[in-house]
Nanobody, 122 residues
Framework: QVQLVESGGELVQAGGSLRLSCALS????????MAWFRQALGKEREFVAN?????YYADSVKARFTISRDNAKNTVYLQMNSLKPEDTAVYYC??????????????????WGQGTQVTVSS
């Protein structure tokens, strides 16, 4: 049974940085495309970034966020810089067992973490 556990969310001031982590257990991590999504209060879940053999970002976070992975640690990261109040959301980690790149639809992902809250104050 694949499980994803996120960590690293907290309250931060605008302009600050955070790094989120997501650890996968119960599967062969290197096979999966890993992604981050986020959902703000009252809004739909939206794609942030994913990583397979390459990386892919939503326009709203490009040049501010960096997704990376450590296959030895079964962990994917999201480094978030220059944070803005509009980045406030619950951030979810997701895994696509088919390892497909450039997938930005939540329907394409098989496994999800429980989410971690990121709050950016102005």
């Amino acid at each position: 049974q694949v499980q994803l556990v996120e960590s690293g969310g907290e309250l931060v001031q605008a302009g600050g940085s955070l790094r989120l982590s997501c650890a996968l257990s119960g599967g062969t991590f290197s096979w999966y495309t890993m992604a981050w999504f986020r959902q703000a209060l009252g809004k739909e879940r939206e794609f942030v970034a994913n990583i397979a053999v390459d990386t892919y970002y939503a326009d709203s976070v490009k040049a501010r966020f960096t997704i990376s992975r450590d296959n030895a640690k079964n962990t994917v990261y999201l480094q978030m810089n220059s944070l803005k109040p509009e980045d406030t959301a619950v951030y979810y980690c997701a895994a696509d067992s088919r390892g497909r790149p450039y997938r930005s639809s939540a329907r394409e992902y098989d496994y999800w973490g429980q989410g971690t809250q990121v709050t950016v104050s102005s």
